[in-house]
């Protein structure tokens, strides 16, 4: 399991523009995928990358939880 993703600023025609980053499994293989947020300097840019942050990094604890859970049950049972 692969857990990433980020806050990047790519400047696009002398201006700057905030990304939120993170990884996607498509066509079998792990991409980084970039959603726009906004302008730099626009406050609500901010908010809305922090939101996918925290939005992005639960989900990945929840599966990461998941899992766990379910390779414990597998180890458990196997031992039986």
Not at 23 to 50: F, L, N, T
Not at 67 to 72: A, G, I, Q, Y
Request: net charge positive; with cysteine; proline share 2%.
């Amino acid at each position: 399991m692969q857990i990433g993703c980020g806050v990047r600023t790519l400047r696009i025609k002398n201006r700057d523009y905030l990304y939120f980053w993170h990884y996607e499994k498509q066509d079998g293989r792990r991409r980084a995928i970039h959603e726009y947020m906004g302008p730099v300097r626009d406050p609500s840019s901010a908010r809305k990358a922090v939101e996918a942050l925290e939005v992005y990094t639960r989900k990945a604890m929840e599966e990461a939880r998941r899992r766990l859970l379910s390779e414990k049950a597998h180890a458990f049972a196997a031992s039986r």
